[in-house]
């Protein structure tokens, strides 16, 4: 059995280019009196489809383009034509028809193409196609049992192209040993079933692959599969398509000690694709569940994926040393490892891009849920991911055109250079940063360090956001812009982090932020932005439950929300906050309205107690119980704490 570590060579793939995020340079002369260390005026809005190779086209539609499927890619009758019938008898085979396929012993040869009915059993030995001539050879698998103990059952040594139909109604079963006799060649054939050829399967039947030398199925070119029911248990690789591995419809359960499903073409960049329009899969891999070298695309179908083992029961936290703003995180954990010398155990793998257009994804796994090494586009579909690591990681961008993602267990919940988020439901959690902007100290990518740079970007733009982390809770190496949507942040109870966290600015042009969280490095937005926001402090830590309703002085709700853990700070920004406008903040007392996470939406609100009154005349108003008040010098934009006094009695 070959174990082969995980290893991608660094494609040339366009990446962003830095002038279409920021209009300015980054300059520590452009200190706000809020701690943010660059003007908001700086960002430039970003258009999100120029994020991602596959922009705004449907992932269906980019599939279409790569995936070209024949007429005998579909399964057809075969009882009407000329088919040669092949009856395995245990030791041999007795052939019926042309002569297009020869028995000698326990080795059936298929010389020429056409249609070969196989049925019965062959304890020891192999179907062998070696076709002279440059059609379609295939084979019907009506009820059969191959088994090699020292190589490929169904070995495609030369053919233009082999098609393995499932016969309806019928169980067929292939399997090899654990050692193969390969005369001192290279090491293949490798797979139970392995063709140097195009290799295509359909068909409702059901079949059932064990290889015990290394891969299940396996093929040097594509790798096809339209339908029937396929079990595959491997010593390595479970699927593996060279140049492609494309599926249609089908049941593939896979279990495997190397990868499930895979794609190895890193010498074409047009090729290496996995390309999946439907199906139902369960896959249980050692190592990465489907890992595509360049594109990895999915526009429907059903997923059950468990990679290394799955996620830990708990995450540990890694140590770090933050530093102020724009300076490097630096580690303290005693060992580093990256990609090169440790196993992958990925759920969804490609090198180039990760595109994700419907489906139900369920992901468990021990590593990323989702890794791409350029960018993640997500534009529908159900995403459950429970990992150890990232729950989606793209180096360069990850972008979200819809879909409902629920990320229950991550150490960081999503991460990339740059993040727009244009649209879909978000729910994140995770024990260091929840959406990460600019790398981490999780060591993920040894080329993307924590640091500042003027490309790193975190756009909000649409969609609901929810994020409860121990870390930050949106956090930036760079900058975050926010015009639409959604988010609302339970942030850390750590002093060391904060429930927003950024280096060069926060603007805030539209949508509904709340961030509640730690006192000691909180930040409020920029205070050069478009639209509103409060930051409250309170003067001693708030029970988690404690709700903060904040109301107009006609009795409007702006927000009314209930943090998941302890907090000291509550920043809030909303189309609903105007200049000059009178405003109270309360606390504690309950909601009828509808509650998601700890957000309260429509209903109504009683029973809480008056924090402060106070008027907006700054589009960021610091706030602590004794009212307005002045913003901290403090690098990191958090507000004073709370002073004596401050409003009381009970809301009516």
Request: proline residues 2%; aromatic residues 4%.
């Amino acid at each position: 059995m070959s174990k082969r570590k995980s290893r991608y060579s660094k494609l040339a793939v366009p990446l962003l280019c830095t002038a279409l995020l920021f209009g300015c340079s980054n300059s520590s002369d452009n200190t706000s009196s809020s701690g943010s260390t660059t003007s908001s005026s700086t960002i430039t809005e970003v258009d999100a489809d120029s994020l991602s190779t596959i922009g705004n086209k449907k992932i269906a539609d980019v599939i279409s383009g790569t995936v070209t499927y024949e007429s005998d890619d579909q399964y057809s009758d075969w009882n009407s034509g000329n088919a040669t019938s092949i009856k395995l008898t245990g030791t041999g085979a007795a052939i019926e028809g042309s002569s297009g396929a020869i028995a000698d012993g326990n080795i059936v040869t298929i010389k020429t193409s056409g249609t070969y009915v196989i049925s019965g059993k062959l304890n020891d030995g192999q179907i062998v196609v070696d076709a002279a001539d440059d059609a379609t050879v295939r084979i019907v698998l009506n009820g059969a049992e191959i088994h090699s103990s020292t190589n490929s059952p169904i070995y495609v040594k030369k053919a233009e192209k082999t098609v393995i139909s499932l016969e309806k109604g019928t169980e067929n079963y292939v399997s090899d040993g654990e050692k193969y006799d390969l005369e001192g060649s290279e090491d293949e054939p490798n797979a139970a079933i392995f063709s140097k050829s195009d290799l295509t399967i359909n068909g409702t039947g059901k079949l059932v692959v064990e290889g015990n030398y290394n891969d299940g199925i396996t093929s040097k070119d594509e790798l096809k599969i339209t339908g029937g029911t396929i079990e595959v248990k491997s010593a390595d690789d479970g699927l593996l398509g060279r140049d492609l591995v494309a599926v249609k419809n089908g049941n593939i359960t896979v279990q495997s000690g190397g990868d499930s499903i895979k794609s190895t073409n890193d010498t074409d960049k047009s090729k290496g694709n996995i390309a999946i329009e439907g199906g139902t899969f369960n896959l249980t891999a050692a190592n990465d569940g489907i890992q595509a070298v360049t594109s990895l695309l999915i526009a429907d179908g059903d997923f059950s994926i468990t990679t290394g083992g799955g996620s830990p029961e708990t995450i540990a936290q890694k140590e770090e040393n933050r530093g102020m703003p724009g300076q490097q995180d630096t580690t303290t954990t005693t060992t580093t490892t990256t990609e090169e010398d440790t196993e992958s155990a990925k759920g969804l793998k490609a090198g180039t891009e990760i595109g994700i257009g419907g489906g139900t994804l369920d992901i468990n796994a021990s590593d990323d849920a989702i890794h791409s090494n350029n960018s993640v586009t997500v534009t529908g579909g159900k995403l459950t991911i429970a990992t150890g690591d990232d729950g989606i990681h793209g180096d360069s961008a990850v972008l979200t055109k819809g879909g409902d993602i629920t990320i229950s267990k991550s150490y960081e919940g999503i991460e990339s250079t740059v993040i727009t988020i244009a649209d879909g439901n978000i729910e994140v959690n995770a024990t260091d940063d929840g959406i990460n902007v600019g790398g981490g100290v999780d060591g993920s990518n040894t080329d993307m360090q924590s640091t500042s740079s003027s490309s790193n970007l975190l756009s909000i733009e649409g969609g609901n956001v929810y994020v409860n982390s121990e870390g930050d809770g949106l956090d930036s190496n760079g900058a975050i812009s926010m015009s639409g949507g959604t988010a609302i942040v339970s942030g850390p109870t750590n002093a060391g982090n904060g429930a927003l966290d950024y280096d060069q600015a926060f603007a805030m042009s539209g949508g509904t932020l709340i961030a509640a969280g730690s006192a000691g490095m909180a930040q409020a937005v920029s205070d050069d932005s478009k639209q509103y926001s409060i930051m409250m402090t309170y003067p001693a830590t708030q029970a988690a439950g404690t709700i903060v309703h904040l109301e107009d002085s006609e009795g409007n709700t702006i927000a009314t929300f209930a943090p998941e853990k302890d907090y000291q700070t509550v920043t809030i920004s909303s189309p609903k906050l105007e200049k000059g406008g009178s405003y109270t903040l309360y606390s504690s007392g309950s909601s009828t309205g509808s509650e998601a996470n700890g957000y309260y939406t429509d209903g109504d609100y009683t029973g809480g107690t008056k924090v402060v009154d106070f008027k907006i005349s700054d589009t960021v108003t610091w706030l602590n119980e004794s009212g307005v008040t002045t913003p901290s010098t403090n690098n990191f934009g958090g507000g004073p704490g709370g002073g004596p006094g401050g409003g009381g009695g009970n809301r009516p």
